[in-house]
């Protein structure tokens, strides 16, 4: 289904996450993987709960069960999460132009909730941001240099790539 709202905040959660990935492509491992203690943990443990995320939602919405597949995320090295994490855009954007439904229903603790396209999306793209936000903390930390991931710069860049 058609949905230029829908596409729109798919796309811009692409751009934001290729953004931070092309930035932590540049880093080694070990920071990567350096563990900066309280609730945000590593840049790594970060990657894996965003990847968890994208793969746990796509199979809830498609009522598969994801939990073996979900075990798996943590094998894969950081290079390979960020691979695993944009394969799901391609997935997520596939999905919702070849699904025609105009609410889902999800259930978590026995309690169903309907979302419209939008919402289901918006909260995918919310969620996203939140965890990036995480990563950009801990990306300061190590003296990075953080490229800016708003929306308003998101779209300034889809109107020079045209």
């Given at each position: 289904m058609e949905d230029p709202e829908v596409e729109i905040f798919l796309n811009y959660t692409q751009w934001a996450d290729n953004v931070i990935f092309e930035l932590l492509k540049s880093i080694s491992d070990d920071q990567i993987s350096l563990d900066h203690g309280s609730n945000t943990g590593s840049i790594r443990q970060r990657l894996i709960h965003l990847a968890e995320e994208y793969l746990a939602w796509y199979y809830d919405?498609?009522?598969?069960?994801?939990?073996?597949?979900?075990?798996?995320?943590?094998?894969?090295?950081?290079?390979?999460?960020?691979?695993?994490?944009?394969?799901?855009?391609?997935?997520?954007?596939?999905?919702?132009?070849?699904?025609?439904?105009?609410?889902?229903?999800?259930?978590?603790d026995?309690?169903?909730?309907?979302?419209?396209?939008?919402?289901?999306?918006?909260?995918?793209?919310?969620?996203?941001?939140?965890?990036?936000?995480?990563?950009?903390t801990l990306l300061r930390k190590l003296d990075q240099k953080v490229p800016i991931t708003d929306y308003y710069w998101f779209l300034i860049d889809q109107t020079t790539d045209q």
């Open positions: 919405i498609n009522k598969i069960d994801w939990r073996q597949d979900v075990e798996n995320i943590s094998t894969l090295s950081n290079r390979e999460l960020m691979d695993f994490i944009q394969s799901y855009h391609s997935k997520w954007s596939e999905f919702m132009k070849n699904d025609n439904r105009l609410t889902f229903t999800l259930e978590e026995n309690v169903e909730t309907k979302l419209t396209r939008f919402q289901l999306i918006f909260n995918l793209a919310n969620h996203a941001t939140y965890h990036r936000g995480q990563i950009v």
